[in-house]
């Protein structure tokens, strides 16, 4: 047997086939041929059996991941059927006599670099397209295989570079039974997917795609981040059996999904779910989450071939917001750039992009993409507890920027007519340093605080989040990050707001005893860390906790806080 370790990112145990999603080696020689005929036929059959495909992993996509999800692959089959491309791709193999590979390439290549080109994002958008779907026939052309998550229909593990986070979203939970990949971290969002798809998942294994073939046995171990290559029969047992405890122990944390979340000496605190789709509530009421604590809208944006208009993201935070009734659903403004791209959106590269242009930073310069999502948030406010927040906040200035625009759309709404709720909160995430580090002023103007660790972490320790190779220095209970915690907490409760947390750090049980002498307010994870948290949370005395605040602050190192509180509360 061979073992890879890799940082456990979604628990559970999977033990399926290897699926390696690689993008083929596509490269081909240019070629003259003879019988042009016969050249034009194999054009047509690799575009023939890719719209097949595209038709399939359409049908797939509605039916898992909703009609909105599906559109994108309705432009991809307009794409191949368009004889603006297609008839210029069949002139040049009839009037040049080259093979079909040079003639595609040729021709694609000339329409993606006129698209990309021109000054307008639908045209850009085409582009993109045109690259997807010419890929799909190029490797038809060359009879190599394309891997497809939406197209796989038995059970599988998925060994890649990198999951982004669309190839997460089309995965069918059906089939794919969880993953492995060279890099990430804890909080890459191909981790944050699989624990809300509720999968096991490791990613930064470093060499996973090196050591797996395609077809391998795996066990992929997400409760202690292995991965077993071609395991045994009495491994495969062992790790049934391991399989088997972690279902009963979720049957034991089931018992506690209608209770409210109370420590051992009566304190309360909000145990809530981080979501990406209005598909996640689901998951929340299944594991007794009291509300939303993150609605990452930039999923609407990113599982689309265009922004989405205003109606379509109205439906999507209308749907949340029923489904939550009157618990309360916080909806994050878009966050998109850092590790999360729009292919429609073109942006220049930059050198640092979790330091670039992105989140409140886009949205302010473009307030033409900003205001259409907080009309559509404005109108759906009217049907549940919706509560706003702005990501990436770095100044007070950026905070009332945004807040005036929410209020000028609120005042053209209301002029209209339309039914706006008039007791929105309007926070901000506290995901920069310099905004933990002043949370007193800001916390005079916003109505809460809702700490990102993800970001905070990185951007305090100066460690990218989704590099392995600086993970060491990715340290959550670094008292640096504590510190600053605990400063945005002190600030909210003094100016009697209420502060929450959205990071991974908030369902970590080694934080959480920690966060709950600090007074944290609401608690907002994955929604399958919450049964385990309110678990432990119920065993635990906040005013015990409280007291070794000034001592856990005052520590020196991550490991001693960690000792610490492993000791404390027999972990
Ligand atoms: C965070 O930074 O902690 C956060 C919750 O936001 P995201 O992970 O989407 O960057
Ligand atoms: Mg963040």
Redesign the pocket.
Known sequence: MSMIKGIAASNGVAIAKAYKLETPDLSFETKKVEDVASEIKRLEAALDISKLELEKIKENARKTLGDEHAEIFSAHLLVLSDPELITPIEDKIKNESVNAEAALHDTATMFINMFKAMDNEYMRERAADIQDVTKRVMAHLLQVSFPDPALIDEQVVIIAEDLTPSDTAQLNKQFVKGFATNIGGR?S?SA?MARSLEIPAIVGTKTITEDVKEGDILIVDGIDGDVIINPTVEEIALYEKKQDNFAKQKQIWAKLKDEPTVSSDGTHVELVA?IGTPDDVQGILNNGGEGVG?Y?TEFLYMGNSDFPTEDQQFEAYKSVLEQMGDKPVVVRTL?IG?DKELSYLDLPHEMNPFLGFRAIRLCLERDDIFRTQLRALLRASAYGNLKIMF?MIATLNEFREAKALLLEEKANLVNDGVSVSDDIEVGI?V?IPSTAVIARQFAKEVDFFSI?????IQYTMAADRMNERVSYLYQPYHPAILNLVNNVIEAAHAEGKWAGM???MAGDPIAIPILLGLGLDEFSMSATSILPARTQIKDLSKAEMASYKEELLSMSTADEVEAFIREKTNQ
């Open positions: 909080t969002h944050i981080n993150l990452r966050d850092g990501p995430m995901e990102g660790t993800n970001d905070l959205c990071g991974e």
